[in-house]
C-alpha cells in the first residue's frame, strides 16, 4: 500500500470522530456522471446550461423542459451503492463516522446503510407540491410524463435545492457544527466550485484534513493530505 494510503488507514483507526463531505465524485464509480469532468454533466450538449435548467426561476418559467431534462439526466435507473458509500457505512456502524454531509441528490449513502447522512442539496427520492407544499412519492416525478400536478393545481417538485434557492438553514447549521468538531475531515469526490457548500471546510479545526479527488482542487494546498485517485479504490484499500 503506498505511503498516503497507509497514512490515512492509521488516522482512520486512530479516530471516532470522523466526518466525511463529498459530492458527485462520490457516485461516479456507481455510474452516476458527475458536473464538470471532461464526460460530467455539464459538457454534454442540452438547449440550456444545466446551471440554468436546474434553476428556481428555468423551474418556474418552463416545467416542462425542465422535467426532459430531470428525467434523462438526473434519474438513473438500477444504480447500486459502490465500494466508497459501503465503506463510510461501515465506518459509521463501527462508531468512528459521525455524519456524512453530501451534496449529492442519489440517495445513495442510506441505500449502502448510512444513517446520519445531511443532504445539503437536498434529494430526487422525494417531491412536494411547489404550492401547498404537500408532500408526493418521487416515482411519478422520476418516471411519469409530463409535468406533475398536485390536487391543488401546484407544479410537484423535487425536494432538491435548485441554483437561486438558499440551503436548507437547520442542514447547513448542523452540517458546520459536525466540521468544526471534527478530528478527521475527509472531503471526496467534490470540485468544491458550489457555494456555500465547498466554503464548509473553512469550519474545520483540525489538522487532519483529507481530501480525496481524481482532480485537483482549489483547497489542495490547505489540505494534510491529498490523494488524487478514485474514491471507491482508495476506500477498498482502507
Ligand atoms: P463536480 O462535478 O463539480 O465535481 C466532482 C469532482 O469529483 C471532480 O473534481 C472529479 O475530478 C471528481 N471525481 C469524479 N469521479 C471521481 C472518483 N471516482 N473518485 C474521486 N474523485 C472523483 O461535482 P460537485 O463538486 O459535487 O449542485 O458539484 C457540486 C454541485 O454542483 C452539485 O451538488 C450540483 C452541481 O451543480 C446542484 O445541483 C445545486
Known amino acids: 500500500m503506498d505511503e498516503r494510503t497507509e497514512t490515512l488507514k492509521k488516522w482512520i483507526s486512530e479516530s471516532d470522530n470522523i466526518v466525511f463531505f463529498g459530492g458527485a465524485g462520490v457516485s461516479t464509480e456507481s455510474g452516476i456522471p458527475d458536473f464538470r469532468s471532461v464526460d460530467g454533466l455539464y459538457n454534454q450538449k442540452w438547449k440550456y446550461p444545466p446551471e440554468t435548467i436546474l434553476s428556481a426561476s428555468f423551474f418556474r418559467r418552463d416545467p416542462e423542459e425542465y422535467y426532459r431534462f430531470h428525467r434523462e439526466k438526473l434519474v438513473i435507473d438500477g444504480v ?14 463501527e462508531g468512528k463516522l459521525r455524519a456524512v454531509l453530501t451534496q449529492n441528490i442519489d440517495g445513495l449513502h442510506q441505500a449502502a446503510g ?9 434529494s430526487i427520492l422525494r417531491a412536494y407540491c411547489a404550492k401547498c407544499r404537500k408532500p408526493y412519492p418521487a416515482e411519478l416525478m422520476n418516471h411519469g410524463k409530463g409535468v406533475p400536478r398536485c390536487g391543488c393545481g401546484g407544479v410537484i417538485r423535487p425536494d432538491i435545492v435548485l441554483y437561486e434557492e438558499p440551503l436548507d438553514q437547520d442542514v447547513l447549521t448542523s ?10 475531515l475527509i472531503v471526496g469526490g467534490t470540485s468544491l466550485n458550489v457555494y456555500p457548500a465547498a466554503g464548509l471546510i473553512n469550519y474545520y479545526r483540525g489538522n487532519k484534513l483529507v481530501l480525496i479527488n481524481l482532480s485537483e482542487t482549489p483547497y489542495d494546498s490547505y489540505a494534510d493530505l491529498v490523494i488524487h485517485e478514485k474514491i471507491g479504490e482508495v476506500f477498498s484499500r482502507i
Open 80 to 93: 447500486k451503492p459502490n465500494r466508497a458509500h459501503l465503506a463510510l457505512a461501515r465506518l459509521e456502524q
Open 114 to 122: 448510512s444513517k446520519n447522512v445531511l443532504e445539503l442539496h437536498g
Open 175 to 184: 452540517a458546520i457544527n459536525y466540521i468544526r468538531n471534527a478530528e478527521i
